[in-house]
């Protein structure tokens, strides 16, 4: 490891997928370079990628939920099952995080989650954006949705007299701490008006047969830290050079998340220097050695406090020099610093501190804190051809002091959409016994010439995010809060939304029960769900469609 360097400046995207996938493809490269001794660059075509490297991985939850007449949840018997095809790669960690997160953000008094991985003959499925996180929570918003409708109660009402807060404990005994979940939820119904915007959904149903309008307001909570303790660490390298620049390395990949940036700036700002004076050139592991992927939406909490601390320990070296003289610039101190032989240059470290569990026992700390989120959305359908848009999509997220609010609201925004492919558009199709001109096992969906992706259609037309305020993150760098990957659960707002809207179209031929439908839930599904005179002759009411795997 140390003879050979690995440098990366910046990859155009990964969403989990280069996490451990990417390491197949540079030893492929790495045999023709060694042998030829000359470079080898292997560029994989869009759908050979598709193909090959994995996807998220899908989930199958059987749930036994016991609940009073009130609709307060008692007990939680679930069962996940996890399909990560052909190999172990990341799946089991996968499954835990799901398992974490199947509480979403409710109080189970009694709870038994069994979670399994499954072998299966797919390409093993990966690392994607949330880690299991969205398919836990997307299981328990099922079960709430569906006690509601068992009561005749709104979904919202049951979910809010669940609601975990300050002090509660988890199902593997964390304690919440600081919980803003409460102050989120409550600004979001205000901010979108949810009764007045009920009641209009209602009156737009009463009149239209075939168009059908459906609303949602779902929470969220995702566990910031890697829940693999170890990983919970993280380096940084500072050069500061006698011109009054600053040159920082950390073990962090740069994939558009902006986590360069939020570093830059927390150098900048511990030596009080523009941010234009603080360079960030390349990840490399000569610089930085044995760092952790890039992953948890947790790089910048960890690199951003390893670079602040090598920016402290050169401050402190030159503090006997700042304080002799008033220097006109940060250039000229340094300069002075320099002429006395001071070293300008600090390897930095951070670990999360007071986290860990326990697998044999189930119990511990598993995530130094929370963050927390709530989406509403409404949608239209049209139930003759299962076509919808997202009229409103109006996002609320706790960041803490948020390190850069541009970049943050840019990520909640990318994570809804992306999340609104999972959760309405993006249907994989196998080999299987439905399909039995694609090879066994074969992805046929391998790019957007066979299957749907968001696009700027799919834009909500009112499209709102939104960052509490005043409310500091003790446990994270400079007050703030990770934001990559928990707000890509909140585009299930549009998932229930539609299933709100398949409930009216339902109700006029005289369905009112509970009915399945699977993520996602595509024009297909919509339309088969919508029961009506066309459907009649080719389904019956307890219709379940195939699921997605
Ligand atoms: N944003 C962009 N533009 N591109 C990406 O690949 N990956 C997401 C999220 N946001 C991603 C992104 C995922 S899956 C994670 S875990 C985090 O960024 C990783 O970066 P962070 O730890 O700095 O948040």
Redesign the pocket.
Known sequence: MSKVVCKTKR?G????GKETRSAFLAAAAAVPSYLMNRPVKLTLDRDIDMITTGQRHSFLGKYKVGFTNKGKVLALDLEIYNNAGNSLDLSLAVLERAMFHSDNVYEIPNVRIFGSVCFTNFPSNT?????GGPQGMLIAENWIQRIALELKKSPEEIREINFQGEGSILHYGQQLEHCTLAPIWNELKVSCDFLKVREEVDGFNLHNRWKKRGIAMIPTKFGISFTTKFMNQAGALVNVYTDGTVLVTHG?VE???G?HTKVAQVAASAFNIPLSSVFISETSTDKVPNASP???????DMYAAAALDACEQIKARMEPIASQHNFGSFAELVTACYLERIDLSAHGFYITPNIGFDWSTGKGKPFSYFTYGAAFAEVEIDTLTGDFHTRTANIFMDLGYSLNPAIDVG?VE??FIQGLGWVALEELKWGDAAHKWIPPGCLYTCGPGSYKIPSLNDVPFKFNVSLLKGNPNVKAIHSSK????PPFFMASSVFFAIKDAILAARAETGHTGWFPLDNPATPERIRMACLDEFTAPFVSSDFHPKLSV
């Not at 995207?13 to 989990?16: A, D, E, I």
């Not at 890039?294 to 910048?300: D, F, K, Y």
């Not at 990770?482 to 990957?485: D, L, N, R, S, T």
């Open positions: 990859i995207g990964g969403f989990g690392a994607f954006r949330g880690f962090g994939m558009g998340q986590l890039t992953a948890a939406s947790a790089s910048s990520q990318g994570a990770a934001v990559g990957e």
